[in-house]
């Protein structure tokens, strides 16, 4: 049994889910999500209240695909409610970020300014050094906040490059150090 699938999600009075041609649409006040219902998952709709179940529950692909179409449903409905948002922080002398239309240009130390183009129906935002980034799909958000990091990842000596907010930099005591230690 997943534990995850079998608990039933409750839809907010503002938000509509209907399963059509293979099709999951869940709709919002932030917008609509859409997503590939995989046949051999059903999903019924009383009322508000959606449960989700698999024909054999024994089989342990049907029971992954119960739990992360769960997981799939909750997400959605969070994302055309309340959306989700990732940020990322700058650090290291010179590295600027600006917005340019709907894209991200990057200066993080490269020889050429580094153009990050947004994906569709995310939104971004710059302060100082801080890359706000929301959107209502979970997956496009955290799929451009680490495709942003990646141009530049954070190194471990001086902390310099492009890190999240919540992350914390193990930093490593360099040369100096292994003199000392001789």
Do not use: C
């Not at 449903?73 to 590295?95: A, D, P, Q, S, W």
């Not at 471990?156 to 360099?174: D, H, L, S």
């Amino acid at each position: 049994m997943s534990r995850i699938g079998k608990k039933v999600i409750n839809l907010p009075s503002n938000v509509t889910l209907t399963v059509a041609n293979g099709l999951i649409v869940v709709k919002g006040p932030k917008g609509e999500l859409q997503r590939v219902l995989d046949p051999r998952i059903t999903i019924k709709n009383d009322n508000g209240s959606v449960t989700v179940s698999v024909a054999n529950p024994e089989e342990k692909k049907e029971r992954s695909l119960w739990g992360t179409y769960g997981a799939h449903i909750r997400n959605m409905v969070i994302g055309v409610t309340e959306g989700y948002k990732k940020e990322l922080e700058i650090n290291g002398v010179g590295f600027k970020v600006a917005v340019q239309g709907k894209d991200l240009k990057l200066e993080v130390g490269f020889s050429h300014s580094v153009i990050y183009k947004m994906p569709a129906g995310l939104t971004v935002a710059v302060e100082k050094n801080h890359i706000k980034i929301e959107g209502i799909d979970k997956e496009k958000v955290g799929e451009a906040a680490a495709q942003i990091r990646k141009i530049k990842k954070p190194e471990p000596y001086k902390g310099k490059g492009i890190k999240y907010v919540t992350e914390v930099i193990r930093k490593k005591a360099g040369k100096s150090a292994a003199k000392s230690a001789a």
